[in-house]
């Protein structure tokens, strides 16, 4: 039997080596997919484009903006004990409504920055004699406030202790248009860095081309909190407007960039 009268035999021995082929180059071709769809995914973890630019150097600049609150935050609580629920809670609510209204009315204070914190109601336990007793209940409502006109803080913080409030703590300053202090120091730590890439630019010989990355981390902004804790002190403040400084805060905000070497 010649060679064409085993093909014509064997019909499918020569499919064998040629499927083996195939299976290796769909192999291939998925591996080489897997690594495109793994490098697209890796370019997501930056803004600008990806890391694999080995011609670039990265400058930062830093700018601290000196800024005034504009903000005061207080918290008033009440407490309130009784020998029912009703009692208790009659208690509280009584004095905080009447707190709520003078803050509106009297100190023109708007609805939207004052905002019930906690009302809660929790029975009062008796331990005696090895058994479980309870022997009242006690209520307990905060609120905090927002006050925008400074000169009011320590009339409001008098008023609110004659009204009632026997748990109170503030004024913390806080600045309320803080976006726009950050993009003030954006502009200024963008402009720091820019000079400093020139500056090195020159020094070194090289020439910059166009930003290919940009990177920004602000610093934590402290609170400025009143000089003393007044829920220790709330007997003493009755009646008595303190005196209350804003005093300043710092914004920091550091931006990296990352320019191309031509």
Known sequence: MNENQNME?????????VKAILIIAAVMLI??????????WRAYDYIGRTPDIQDRITVTGTAKINAVPDVA????????EGATVNAAQKGVTEKMNAI??????EFKIDAKDIKTENFSVSPKYDWSE?????????????VSVKIRDFDKTGDILAKTTDLGANQVSGPNFII???EKVKAQAREEAIKQAKAKAK???D??????????NFYEGDGEIPVAPYGRDMALGVAEMKSVAPVVEPGSQDVQLTVSLSYEIK
């Open 9 to 17: 035999c064997c019909p499918g021995a020569h499919k064998g080596p």
């Open 31 to 40: 591996v080489y997919l897997a690594v495109l769809t793994r490098n697209a």
């Open 73 to 80: 935050s207080i918290n008033l609580g009440i407490i309130s």
């Open 100 to 105: 709520i209204d003078s803050l509106k009315k």
């Open 130 to 142: 090895g058994r479980q007793r309870i022997i009242g209940y006690q209520a307990n409502q905060s």
């Open 176 to 178: 309320d248009y803080l």
């Open 199 to 201: 500056t090195l630019a």
């Open 203 to 212: 020094q070194v010989g090289i020439k910059l081309g166009r930003i290919v």
